[in-house]
């Protein structure tokens, strides 16, 4: 099992950044793949990245394609999102997620959620 902890969330200009960081818990975080969901007001959750244990293989939703990374430091048992070229229709809270199964599983229906950390990007 793992607890997973987001920080990082803020206020924003657009065109601005903001780096998101997942903190986990347990010996055996390189063990999960890695995700990062956002819920805006009167929406459903959405995908946004996605990571496999090693680090080498990303995915990302088409909407944050080229402005959004997602790395991950095993020492640190952390996981991050480099937010940038922010947009107002960026804003929502923003969810760790975590799988043993792999990106795919990440990406469908993780087993393990943080408590998420809001973004509000003003235009």
């Known amino acids: 099992q793992v607890q997973l902890v987001e920080s990082g969330g803020g206020l924003v200009q657009a065109g601005g950044s903001l780096r998101l960081s997942c903190a986990a818990s347990?010996?055996?975080?390189?063990?999960?793949?890695m995700g990062w969901f956002r819920q805006a007001p009167g929406k459903e959750r959405e995908f946004v990245a996605a990571?496999?244990?090693?680090?080498?293989?990303?995915r990302y939703a088409d909407s944050v394609k080229g402005r959004f990374t997602i790395s991950r430091v095993s020492t640190e048992n952390t996981v991050y999102l480099q937010m940038n070229s922010l947009k107002p229709e960026d804003t929502a809270v923003y969810y760790c997620?975590?799988?043993?199964?792999?990106?795919?599983?990440?990406?469908?229906?993780?087993?393990?959620w943080g408590q998420g950390t809001q973004v509000t990007v003003s235009s």
């Open positions: 347990g010996r055996t975080f390189s063990s999960y793949a």
């Open positions: 990571i496999n244990w090693g680090g080498s293989s990303t």
């Open positions: 997620a975590a799988d043993r199964r792999g990106v795919s599983t990440v990406v469908s229906g993780p087993d393990y």
